[in-house]
């Protein structure tokens, strides 16, 4: 980025930091060198998502993140505060449920699979020596050990710990991300349809919110190990004959595992963020009650389920159909319910460009769901497989019964789902092959006076092509999402109407029927497994390997963007360390009188960038150029995240800088024009520039030119016209809103990669450039 291998650090650490050439880091105290000159500088942020071999595990949370996307995929509204709360309250609600479900996954292995089934069925644990002390013989008899409800409170160790783990790693995290301070201001007059909420000052401050949904997840996982534990315990208790103390005890246990419910379900939805003011306040009555008296309700489990109960023996599987079926009805009202609200919320204030027609969020609910499904069920069935010896879920001659039926269910509607989305490909692909038809006749007048090479040609139009097709994406996501409520929905009824797993469910209907039932249970039992062992195996090659690890971390690049405000286990929001080292910097350089700097950014730096600008004061604001390239702030943010990134919210950010220019090309499939309104569209969007930069060989490209995609904008001559027309103008050569002059030259495209870059002119002019390597943005200033 700096085009120099002699680089110094000059503020950060190694996790993120400002560096500069070796020649400029006395730059200040020599402005005799640097007259008219800038001074460039380079921020690396690339660790904050593709760090150390712990990003890897990130994986496995990727549901919660997906969930937390959804918060922010609000719709843009005028007016319906209450709608607009009530929408925050029902996401927090859905990632609430997804923590029950992955605790419930974990105690469905532990408990009913391992210490309930396999500990208490001979044929199962003669040949696991593991579950030796747990076990029972042929007669039923076995050591201290062996009773159902000792089992049970042993087993329930191994999810308590991973509920522990999750509120380790998010403790970890929040002290790390969300404890940075933002750089302090006023808040502006607020116009909900014109100005963005990154503009507030608390908005990269989250710490008082993640810190009181951490308790109530936390405690909500616990509370769920204790109800595992002791529910059936007291179900023994209720039968005609048993002790009245264990009876009365049992039922005093499920009255404390409601009112635990009652009182975590109100702490999620109590309170959401407060982002007019940097709220450094953290409610120590619930971060620290909460989850204690969650602990303590788990103790009193344990020792009542494991008092001597004679006669008490392990048959059947614990109650996870009810479990599970519970949890998936309760994620399908819910995300039916946040459509509903959604509905309302984009009605109040329509956008042609915005995704699914404001329903985004509860796409991406649906779909975070879906994969805490897939990823439950894929532990369970894999576990109770490999305890069973391979055995098809409700095969003649099993040892035990094995995971519920839902799961077996949910599986079995995988294949379905994936016929949709072959389906979904096939129309895809055939509609690319036809665009890239009717771009063959554009390439000619692209290039014209070029001998036309056949070959060339197809394949500029190909790419060009294909780049559309991330255009499509609100197409493929809302329809796999409603497919996917639809199967769940079936999935879910054919469970609980039957209470058997499709195969034996279908064993009297029609050969056709039994035999579609037993391919799809199969192949989506052999399909989860698969998915659950390939995520795996990918997180230990991540972990591995920092190659991996970099495209890993390009996903957490928009996923981890965003706050943590639905879901306090989500992977951390690297953009609360990175705003606000972007914002501080530039408002410390900007303090000296006459001092101007030219922020740019690639990819997901580009919304850094913009993210930095918002915080900055008015009066820095208009002393600041914004330069972006192969930017998705208007194609995947101003879509996707309407409420924030919308055409209203851009619009006032181009006002509010000094100028802003825009660099795109048809052949990248992330960036593109702003393409805001009326003037501004000129004003800010360079017209598309060529990729390639020759269609054939030339004086100047002897050998044929790459097609760049969405790399390398810097190469692009365009590129340093744009930058030093910002310069110039910001030195005071021309009028405050005046377009820029287009600048001649051929055009191109900038490398893959998130960074940034700032260069400054001591005294005149700064404009700031930095790198975050294997990531996909690029901000630069």
Not at 197 to 212: E, Q
Not at 406 to 433: K, M
Not at 744 to 766: D, T, V, Y
């Amino acid at each position: 980025m700096l085009g120099d291998p002699r680089t110094v650090r000059v503020t950060g650490d190694k996790t993120a930091a400002v560096f500069r050439r070796t020649d400029d880091v006395d730059a200040e105290e020599r402005p005799e060198d640097y007259a008219g000159k800038p001074v460039p500088e380079a921020y690396v942020w690339s660790n904050l998502t593709s760090g150390n071999g712990a990003r890897a595990l990130w994986l496995l949370l990727l549901p919660f993140m997906v969930v937390n996307l959804a918060h922010w995929m609000r719709p843009n509204t005028r007016g319906l505060r209450r709608s607009m709360r009530f929408y925050g309250v029902l996401v927090r609600l859905v990632g609430l449920t997804l923590t029950v479900l992955l605790v419930a996954a974990a105690c469905e292995v532990a408990l009913d699979l391992a210490a309930w089934q396999c500990a208490g069925t001979p044929e199962c644990s003669e040949s696991r020596s593991w579950l030796g002390f747990l076990a029972t013989d042929a007669s039923g008899h076995g050591g201290w050990w062996s009773q159902p409800g000792r089992r049970l409170a042993l087993a329930a160790l191994v999810p308590a710990a991973l509920t522990g783990l999750l509120w380790y790693l998010s403790h970890r995290t929040w002290s790390a991300y969300e404890s940075q301070h933002p750089l302090p201001h006023q808040p502006e007059p607020e116009d909900d349809l014109r100005r963005s909420a990154l503009s507030r000052p608390g908005f990269w401050y989250g710490r008082r919110l993640v810190a009181r949904l951490r308790a109530a997840h936390t405690a909500a996982g616990l509370l769920t190990c204790a109800a595992a534990v002791s529910t059936s315990a007291a179900r023994f208790d209720r039968q005609p004959g048993g002790p009245l103390a264990l009876d009365l005890l049992g039922r005093l246990m499920v009255a404390t595992l409601v009112a635990g419910t009652v009182v975590v379900v109100w702490v999620v939805c109590r309170r959401g963020r407060s982002e007019d003011v940097i709220d450094q306040r953290v409610d120590r009555a619930v971060t620290r009650l909460l989850p204690g008296a969650a602990l303590g309700v788990l103790a009193l489990a344990l020792v009542y389920a494991g008092w001597d109960r004679p006669g008490w023996v392990s048959a059947g599987r614990l109650p996870g159909d009810a479990t599970f079926g519970g949890i998936a009805l309760v994620q399908g009202l819910l995300v039916v319910a946040l459509a509903v609200v959604a509905g309302v919320l984009y009605r109040s204030a329509p956008g042609s460009r915005t995704a699914l027609r404001g329903l985004g969020g509860p796409a991406a609910a649906m779909l975070g769901c879906a994969l805490g499904g897939v990823m439950s069920g894929g532990v369970a069935q894999r576990v109770g497989d490999w305890l069973d010896s391979g055995g098809t879920p409700g095969e003649a001659g099993r040892a035990f019964p094995g995971p519920p039926a839902l799961l077996t269910w949910q599986a079995s509607v995988i294949p379905v789902l994936l016929v949709v989305v072959v389906v979904l490909a096939l129309v895809l692909a055939v509609r690319a092959l036809l665009r890239g038809r009717d771009e063959i006749d554009q390439i000619p007048r692209d290039y014209p006076g070029e001998p036309q090479d056949t070959a060339r040609t197809r394949r500029i139009a190909g790419t060009r092509a294909r780049a559309e097709l991330t255009d499509h994406a609100p197409l493929v996501v809302g329809i796999v999402s409603t497919v996917t409520l639809l199967l769940g929905a079936a999935a879910l009824v054919g469970a609980w109407g039957t209470g058997e797993v499709p195969g034996e469910a279908a064993k009297d209907a029609a050969p056709f029927f039994q035999g579609a039932a037993q391919t799809a249970q199969a192949l989506g039992s052999w399909l989860i497994g698969f998915g659950f062992i390939l995520l795996v195996t990918w997180g230990r090659r991540a972990y591995r390997d920092p190659s991996a690890r970099r495209t890993i971390g390009i996903v957490w690049d928009v996923g981890t963007f965003w706050p943590r405000a639905a879901h306090p286990f989500a992977p951390p929001c690297y953009a609360e360390r990175a705003v606000p080292d972007l914002t501080w910097r530039m408002a410390t350089w900007t303090r000296t009188p006459g001092r101007r700097l030219v922020i740019s950014g690639h990819s997901q730096g580009s919304v850094l960038a913009a993210a930095a600008a918002w915080q900055l004061s008015p009066s820095v604001r208009r002393r600041v150029a914004l330069l972006t390239y192969g930017s998705p702030l208007e194609r995947l943010y101003g879509r996707w995240f309407p409420a924030h990134f919308g055409p209203a919210a851009l619009t006032a950010l181009h006002h509010e800088v000094d100028c802003w220019r825009n660099l795109h090309r048809p052949t990248d499939p992330i960036g593109g024009p702003i393409g805001l309104a009326g003037d501004c569209g000129p004003d800010v969007d360079r017209p598309s520039l060529k990729d390639p930069l020759a269609y054939g060989r030339t004086e100047s490209q002897p050998l044929p030119a790459p097609l760049l995609g969405h790399s390398d904008y810097q190469a692009d001559p365009a590129f340093d016209a744009e930058r030093t027309a910002l310069l110039a103008r910001l030195r005071g050569s021309g009028p405050a809103k005046q377009p820029l002059p287009q600048q001649p030259g051929p055009e191109s495209e900038q490398s893959r990669g998130s960074s940034g870059q700032s260069q400054q002119s001591p005294g005149r002019s700064q404009g700031n450039s930095g790198r975050s390597q294997g990531s996909s943005g690029r901000s630069s200033g």
